[in-house]
């Protein structure tokens, strides 16, 4: 078929169209980052008004501690002039000597200028603190720091009058008095001044407070309108042009190229767009192309492919057949010849019946040639399957024969074997692969059991079925090895020879060819348990033969 291929003009991809000039804000990064710039001005701006707050809230808190500290001098100055009026009244009224009046006034006095120097100290600071808040409030404090002055001047005029020499009772008295009647106003106007100035500023913090959060709410407001703007603005549309994106994206994955995004901005996403209706363009193109050629190829591979399936299935029959028949053959040649070894080896030794032994080696020989005339005609016929002839047989004498064929390897285990046969049984199967199962499943058991132990054959008619058994009392199986041990060279963990592998998976093939079944169980149920090994039981049903 002749087929115009397309044209380098028309494969070629168109060139890009030239950028026109675009306002500065046209493109997306230029809008985004001047959103972005607008956020993190107002992001700055509640900061620094957090900063402010903040800062103006902690220097009027430390104001209003400061006052506190103030006023609590206050109390203890007070405390301590009345201590110091009621020692000096004691001393007096009992008539002490000027010497022992100072000793007796002596702690009190020092504790007054202990506290008069501390609030000498507050003053100081408290005066540094007011050049921040204007004249007013520095003419305050340096009037608190002259009645300061003033007690402290009448305290020590009080003190060196009456610790003077000449000074009699009458006269400490008035010293006495007229102390208490000068101090008591100024200590009563300062605390008074030093409360207003606590409560002005407890009040200049809440004003502060209304003020900063008119301001934050402010920001706020503004920080809302912003985003709603940014967002009704840009984002949703922007978000709205990246999922259309999106769905052009999957239809492309879903090899739908019928594409018709909108171009009509000139931004990033509008270029996008323009770039991927392009593009679906060309891969619908393509795609035309590539399914003619694989329409063509899908012709040529379908032939190809039957004929090589059908050389594949000639193989693969010719293989299995060729490996059934020597898995088979090894396996139906080791019987025969491990008792021809044995009865050599005892005939060597010069022990037992020499004659008995030779008619064994005699009887083995013939079914040896038996077996081996099987197997030759299975790799003569084109089925690769073994032929069985089934007809009525005795099922005990053939377990009895098989119990025969394998007693020289039972009696090198030192195995204990007992034969239990509760009532003579017809089955329809084929005599000679009949004795060749049995003995395979007992040589199994003589294997796994191990040497000395006991082993049990039993033979009955159940369900209409005769009925082989076969325990021993070895390791047993494992549970999750029981499913695995019918199975073509299975060989289960922990054997010591050869598993039960193709031994039983022959068996099981033959048994089923006969009509009948074969399965294993382990540990031995109580019944037919012997001794305290969990030991293996396989189980053998054939159907009864027709009478």
């Known amino acids: 078929m002749n087929r115009t291929?397309?044209?380098?003009?028309?494969?070629?991809?168109?060139?890009?169209?030239?950028?026109?000039?675009?306002?500065?804000?046209?493109?997306?990064?230029a809008r985004l980052g001047l959103g972005a710039g607008l956020i993190g001005c107002v992001a700055i701006l509640a900061g620094a008004l957090m900063l402010f707050g903040m800062g103006q809230v902690s220097d009027r808190l430390d104001s209003s501690l400061n006052a506190e500290r103030r006023i609590a001098r206050y109390s203890v100055l007070s405390s301590q002039i009345s201590a110091f009026i009621v020692v000096a009244a004691e001393a007096i009224q009992t008539g002490l000597s000027p010497e022992d009046r100072a000793q007796r006034l002596d702690p009190v006095t020092r504790g007054l200028e202990r506290t008069f120097a501390h609030m000498r100290q507050d003053l100081e600071t408290a005066v540094a603190e007011a050049r921040a808040m204007g004249l007013d409030e520095q003419s305050r404090r340096a009037t608190q720091s002259i009645a300061i002055a003033r007690m402290e001047a009448l305290f020590t005029a009080a003190h060196e009058g009456l610790m003077a020499p000449a000074t009699d009772r009458e006269r400490a008295r008035g010293y006495l008095a007229g102390f208490s009647q000068a101090v008591d106003p100024l200590l009563n106007a300062a605390v008074s001044d030093e409360i207003r100035i606590r409560d002005g500023i407890l009040a200049g913090i809440g004003e502060l407070r209304r003020r900063l959060t008119l301001m934050a709410l402010g920001i706020s407001g503004l920080a809302v309108a912003m985003f709603g703007t940014f967002y009704l603005g840009l984002v949703r549309p922007l978000l709205g042009r990246l999922d259309l994106a999106r769905q052009a994206a999957q239809r492309i994955g879903r090899q739908d190229f019928d594409l018709a995004l909108p171009e009509d901005r000139a931004d990033e996403i509008g270029r996008l767009f323009a770039e991927t209706n392009r593009a679906a363009r060309a891969l619908a193109r393509r795609r035309e192309e590539v399914e003619c050629e694989w329409a063509r190829l899908n012709e040529t591979i379908a032939a190809r492919t039957e004929e090589l399936r059908a050389a594949n299935a000639a193989l693969e029959r010719t293989d299995e057949?060729?490996?059934?028949?020597?898995?088979?053959?090894?396996?139906?040649?080791?019987?025969?010849?491990?008792?021809?070894?044995?009865?050599s080896e005892l005939g060597l030794k010069g022990t037992g019946n020499p004659r008995a032994g030779f008619e064994t080696i005699h009887a083995r020989a013939q079914r040896l040639h038996r077996r081996i005339d099987d197997l030759l005609r299975v790799a003569r016929s084109e089925s690769g399957r073994i032929e069985l002839t089934c007809a009525p047989?005795?099922?005990?004498?053939?377990?009895?024969?098989?119990?025969?064929?394998i007693r020289p390897e039972v009696d090198a285990a030192r195995m204990a074997l007992e034969m239990v046969v509760t009532e003579d049984v017809l089955v329809s199967a084929d005599p000679d692969w009949l004795r060749q199962v049995i003995a395979g499943i007992a040589q199994n058991a003589v294997r796994h059991a191990g040497p000395g132990g006991p082993l049990a054959l039993r033979v009955t008619a159940e369900d209409g079925a005769g009925v082989v058994r076969v325990a021993d009392n070895g390791p047993g199986v494992a549970a999750d090895e029981i499913a695995q041990v019918f199975t073509r060279f299975h060989r289960g963990a922990g054997r010591r020879s050869a598993g039960f592998g193709l031994g039983l998976a022959l068996a099981k093939w033959l048994v089923e060819q006969m009509g009948g079944r074969i399965a294993l169980e382990s540990p031995v149920p109580g019944w037919a348990r012997l001794g305290d090994g969990p030991g293996t039981m396989v189980e053998l049903r054939l159907p009864l033969a027709e009478e």
């Open 5 to 29: 291929g397309p044209s380098p003009a028309a494969g070629a991809a168109a060139p890009f169209p030239k950028r026109r000039a675009m306002h500065p804000f046209a493109t997306l990064k």
């Open 321 to 343: 057949d060729r490996r059934r028949f020597f898995a088979d053959i090894g396996h139906e040649l080791r019987t025969p010849l491990t008792v021809i070894v044995l009865e």
């Open 393 to 405: 047989c005795d099922l005990a004498a053939a377990a009895r024969e098989a119990l025969a064929d």
